[in-house]
């Protein structure tokens, strides 16, 4: 079955599109990194492509690797060509290339800054921007602290100042809490955008919009009518040479204290009353208030050895280059975790996230309680199957009801089907980065898509909370091959409850 194709409202897409942002100077904190390459610069670009930016704005590379304006200049030329989602035009480029320059430093020193500072003048006088100034920070969470009060100290009189800072925000709670504080010294709580670029993803988005523009979830999304919740955030891809980092993270604080926690709270939170920063945020963090700490039997990690990924053999995480041979850093992490309000009250929400699993697949499972009473003799399990809708965040990116329904021909046997729609289909056009929404919403200042203080607080004190029994015991890693679904005991952890995890 298809729905019916639906239109985009183009009043809505107009509307946004003429608030163009002010005149601009962005400055990119880790501009040699791989995320300045291959998402900032290619979305930046597309942005201007598609007449969201305005005539005049300047981009400021800062990293330590020494390079001239003209070399970085380049690379970022070859980074658009390689990673934006739209055709190259020279013509174009050229005009972004010209307000483009770029600082060797260490992140955040005294002569860094003074140098980053002139170069700041410079642009506000030959592109006229007025001192708007937005800084990303897309630096490891040390730098963070230096670079913030150095620009901090260096506020530019005019204009308005924003400043973006990437995942991951802390390494525990009181890591975060620090770096709140420290920012808060010279920023206020709206001049700030704590990314998660998951909330920048269509697919996220269309959750609410499926929730609270939609009539008929509501009233049944709540105790009564789920029998539970499945999140899994699958990659089959590995570290992809980030061991330092990932040594340190783990799958727990790597995709499990923000973008899976902030799926949940989508998933789980009150109506707000407005599509408003402080409307949405506040509903999410009443979500992650409300879940109490799981018991260490409740949180179950994985690390994955060595298998196959689309019949290419790939190695284990020991073996990873600059992983340690010993390494008790989990690749993944399962838990049953509970809302408890009147809403959700005794519905588990088990969620997932793991690297090197057989498939990429991000998605959110809403499984309903089974129909009462079939009235219908019983050939196969296939009749009793719950309805589940589906939502395919990614790859897929859709939404999907199975039902029961009648296999033609005499008698009465029962198959599950799909009710699907898959943007794709519906809407013929390609989805956005996460990151052109994000960067464009922080331009216009509207923060609903990013965290705020208190809601990074509370992901992190419930992640300290699961993770504080891992210091006590030594799960013989690595526990599940590369290409698999994980661990076995991720499995246990649904069958303890006369469930499984969703077939895929
Ligand atoms: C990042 C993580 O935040 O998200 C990566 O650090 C992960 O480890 C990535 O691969 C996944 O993002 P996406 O958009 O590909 O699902």
Redesign the pocket.
Request: hydrophobic share 30%.
């Given at each position: 079955m298809t729905v019916t194709e639906v239109v985009p409202n183009p009043l809505a897409e107009g509307l946004r599109a003429r608030r163009t942002p002010e005149p601009f100077v962005l400055t990119i904190f880790g501009a040699s990194g791989d995320l300045t390459q291959r998402k900032l610069i290619p979305a930046l670009y597309s942005l201007a492509s598609r007449n969201y930016l305005p005539e005049r704005f300047g981009i400021v590379g800062v990293a330590r690797t020494e390079m001239s304006d003209e070399a970085w200049r380049e690379r970022m030329r070859e980074a658009v060509k390689d990673h934006a989602r739209d055709e190259f035009r020279p013509e174009l480029w050229d005009r972004i290339a010209a307000g483009m320059r770029y600082v060797a430093t260490e992140f955040a020193d005294e002569p860094g800054e003074d140098r980053l500072g002139t170069v700041l003048g410079e642009l506000d006088r030959e592109l006229r921007t007025a001192g708007n100034r937005v800084y990303y920070l897309a630096v490891p969470p040390s730098a963070i602290q230096t670079i913030v009060t150095e620009i901090g100290k260096r506020r530019s009189a005019q204009g308005w100042t924003r400043l973006i800072v990437e995942?991951p925000f802390g390494h525990d709670l009181d890591t975060a809490r620090e770096l709140n504080t420290c920012i808060r010294e010279y920023f206020a709580e709206e001049e700030i955008y704590r990314i998660d670029?998951?909330l920048g993803?269509e697919t996220v988005q269309n959750m609410l919009v499926l929730r609270f523009a939609n009539g008929i979830f509501e009233p049944i999304w709540n105790r009564q009518f789920v029998d539970h919740v499945q999140i899994t955030?699958a990659?089959s891809?590995g570290?992809?040479g980030?061991a330092s980092f990932?040594e340190q993270?783990g799958a727990i604080r790597?995709?499990v204290q923000?973008?899976l926690l902030q799926l949940l709270a989508l998933t789980a939170m009150e109506p707000p009353i407005e599509f408003s920063a402080e409307a949405v945020r506040n509903e999410k963090v009443k979500v992650l208030r409300s879940m109490h700490t799981p018991g260490p039997k409740n949180v179950v990690r994985g690390q994955y050895g060595p298998g196959f990924i689309e019949g290419k053999e790939v190695a284990g995480y020991r073996e990873e280059p600059d992983v340690a041979a010993e390494s008790m850093t989990e690749t993944y992490v399962a838990a049953k975790l509970y809302v408890d309000n009147w809403r959700w009250a005794d519905t588990p929400f088990y969620i997932r996230a793991g690297?090197r699993l057989a498939r990429?697949e991000?998605t959110i499972a809403i499984q309903f309680k089974r129909a009462p009473h079939p009235p219908f003799e019983v050939h196969s399990a296939e009749a009793l199957r719950p309805n589940v809708l589906l939502l395919h965040i990614?790859p897929d990116e859709g939404v999907s009801l199975a039902v029961g329904a009648k296999v033609p021909g005499q008698g009465m046997t029962i198959r599950t089907v799909h009710m699907d729609f898959l943007y794709g289909g519906a809407f013929r056009t390609g989805l956005p980065e996460?990151y052109e929404r994000l960067l464009l919403d922080c331009l216009l200042g509207d923060a609903t898509l990013f965290t705020r203080a208190d809601e990074i607080e509370e992901q992190w004190a419930l992640v300290d909370a699961m993770v504080g029994p891992w210091k006590r015991d030594r799960p013989a890693f690595p526990n599940y091959g590369a290409g698999s679904w994980g661990p076995a005991v991720a499995d246990e952890l649904l069958h303890r409850d006369g469930r499984s995890w969703r077939r895929h």
């Open positions: 995942k670029h998951y993803k955030v990659e891809l570290i992809e980030r990932y993270a790597d995709i923000n973008h690297k990429r991000t990614q996460a």
